[in-house]
């Protein structure tokens, strides 16, 4: 039996890191991630400095990183039976790499995104009961798969993205302003006004790339256009969450 998920319906009406993460292995640990290289945190990482001093700017970048991972780990599981987190980071894997891969839309990743927490919710839920439903691992598993054969289903195919459509970089940084976003909702970790800002931002970036890419031809000077209203963006939403 399917949960009774809204936003279900929603995703089959639509029409949207593997290479996203460098797979780490501990005797009797799921596998753990770190981000692709010039992606989500590590992006952060390269961004040139603005104002305040060196040590100021790398000592907020860091303290994000942190938060981010950590959200990361929790995303993909930590602390769930074997089995349990082993689906969990699987389906994060493969929906970001989607993302970063232009093989999706970000709507598409979103609404995957939202399914997957609201899962490791329940699931955490049943594990929190003292008397717990048998029937739910089973259940779980068939949700999972049922919605990673959707992702599958409406993906492109890699072969079929045009590779000078493709931005990573730019799609990697995305995904980090969104789970910025889902982690601040869901600890408390940003007031509302801040997240108000974050999602305009992640917006009007994604307002953008949709515009340099409408014709089918992403030009060099569009690309450089882009990613330099990503710099300026990265660095305001380091203020932002840094406040």
Not at 32 to 59: K, Y
Not at 80 to 108: C, G, H, K, Q
Not at 143 to 169: D, G, I, K, S
Request: one cysteine or more.
């Amino acid at each position: 039996m399917k949960f009774q998920i809204l936003t279900m319906r929603a995703i089959l009406l639509l029409a949207v890191v593997v290479g996203f993460v460098s797979p780490v292995f501990a005797d009797s640990t799921v596998r753990v991630a770190r981000t692709q290289e010039n992606a989500l945190n590590d992006l952060v990482r390269e961004l040139p400095l603005a104002t305040g001093s060196w040590r100021e700017q790398l000592r907020r970048r860091s303290a994000i990183q942190e938060r981010l991972y950590l959200h990361e780990l929790r995303m993909r599981g930590e602390g769930l039976p074997f089995e349990m987190a082993a689906m969990f980071s699987s389906n994060y894997s493969a929906i970001l790499s989607a993302l970063v891969e232009d093989r999706i839309t970000e709507d598409l990743g979103r609404e995957l995104l939202s399914i997957h927490r609201q899962l490791l919710d329940r699931t955490r839920r049943w594990l929190a009961k003292r008397v717990r439903d048998e029937d739910f691992p089973q259940e779980l598993a068939d949700n999972v798969t049922y919605f990673r054969a959707e992702l599958e289903r409406q993906a492109l195919p890699l072969a079929e993205v045009p590779e000078n459509l493709r931005t990573p970089v730019v799609n990697g940084y995305e995904a980090w302003v969104g789970e910025l976003i889902a982690w601040g909702e869901s600890c408390g970790g940003l007031a509302p006004g801040r997240i108000a800002r974050l999602r305009a931002k992640l917006a009007e970036l994604e307002r953008f790339e949709r515009l340099y890419k409408a014709d089918g031809v992403l030009q060099p000077y569009e690309r450089e256009k882009l990613h330099e209203r990503l710099l300026e963006q990265a660095l305001e939403v380091v203020e932002v969450v840094s406040r």
